[in-house]
Every structure is written in structure tokens, then in C-alpha cells.
């Protein structure tokens, strides 16, 4: 896939428009239209301006070595994307960027002095399965214990959060659709 292909795909998956693009990175939409068709080349300063408006690295756009053995994701190899309040996210993805869901181990560690996480709000929809410990899952008014074993599909729209209130570590495999990964590190 070309680069400029590679740019309309990751475009698309975020629904913006070409005006919404070139709003956000200075070119003209007949510009960027004639890129994501291989029609002219753009400097490496406007790809890093696209590649930071798109959630991705630069790199992204010139590795083509996607192959069988590339789409798997090895377990010692899990990269975490993000420490934060007791939390850790490792990506289980090997190219998370153009693909439409987001699944993400995530470990909570035990609660130790914290306190409980709000409740908040954000587009899709969100799977969640404990395979270890127990979770207490925040969903509108109702507050939840889910063991392992158990799961929740939820609409992320509604208020929910989850946490550890338990002296052990629980583990989570969860699932964000659509694909973002900010979303995730405003959990727990």
C-alpha cells in the first residue's frame, strides 16, 4: 500500500474528511486529494504533521512488511502503552493504527491508597474480560463485582469506569471499538 494510501485509510477510520484534514495540517484538500491518489509526494515535515493528527509514527507509513508472521503478537513482545494509576496497558496488536479495534491487556494493580475512579464518557463500545482476580465494574448507577471468567460488553457512551479494590492483581483482556487508543488511558 502507498503512503498515500496508507493516509486515506487512517482518515477514513477516524471519519474525517479531506476539509476536516486540511484544516487541521494546512494543505489544501486538492493537495492532500492528489496524495492519498499517488498523485504528487509530500515532505517529511507535512507526513509527521499527518502522521501526529492520525495517532501514528512516521515509521508506519514506510513499513510494508506486513506478513503472516508479522500480524502475530508474541507474549513476551507486548509493548506497554501506558503506565498510570495503578494501571498498566500492553497493546496485544502488532499494528494497532489501521486496524478498527483496539484489544489491550490491561493489569490493575492491587489498590493500595487511591481513590475511586469516576465514571466517564467516550464514543463506541468496549468489551471487557477478567481472566484473573476481581474487578469492580462502575456502570451508571450500578457497581458490580465480575470474577474471572465473566465479562461486560458495554456502550461507552454511558458512564462507566472500573477498579481494583482487591489486595491482588486483576487482568483484563478488553476490547475498544472504534479503535482509540487515547481512550484508553483515561480508565481507572
Known amino acids: 500500500m502507498k503512503i498515500g494510501e496508507k493516509v486515506k485509510a487512517l482518515r ?5 474528511t479531506l476539509k476536516q484534514l486540511s484544516e487541521l495540517t494546512n494543505l489544501s484538500t486538492g493537495f492532500l486529494s492528489q496524495f492519498e491518489r499517488g498523485i504528487t509526494t509530500i515532505d517529511v515535515d507535512h507526513l509527521e504533521s499527518l502522521a501526529s493528527i492520525l495517532n501514528v509514527k512516521i515509521n508506519y507509513f514506510f513499513d510494508d512488511s506486513i506478513s503472516e508472521e508479522s500480524v502475530i503478537m508474541r507474549g513476551y513482545n507486548q509493548p506497554v502503552t501506558s503506565e498510570m494509576n495503578q494501571t498498566i496497558y500492553k497493546s496485544l496488536s502488532k499494528y494497532p493504527e ?3 479495534i483496539a484489544p489491550t491487556l490491561v493489569e490493575l494493580l492491587p489498590k493500595g491508597e ?6 466517564y464518557v467516550h464514543p463506541g463500545e468496549e468489551f471487557i474480560y477478567v481472566l484473573d482476580g476481581v ?10 463485582k465480575l470474577y474471572a471468567g465473566d465479562s461486560a460488553h458495554l456502550l461507552s457512551t454511558h458512564p ?18 472504534p479503535n482509540d487508543h487515547q481512550n484508553m488511558t483515561n480508565e481507572a
Open 98 to 100: 489501521d486496524k478498527a
Open 135 to 144: 474487578l469492580t465494574l462502575l456502570y451508571g448507577d450500578r457497581v458490580d
Open 114 to 119: 487511591h481513590e475511586s475512579p469516576n465514571p
Open 12 to 16: 477514513s477510520r477516524k471519519n474525517l
Open 160 to 177: 462507566h469506569n472500573w477498579d481494583n479494590e482487591s489486595n491482588h492483581i486483576v487482568k483484563l483482556l478488553v476490547v475498544h471499538y
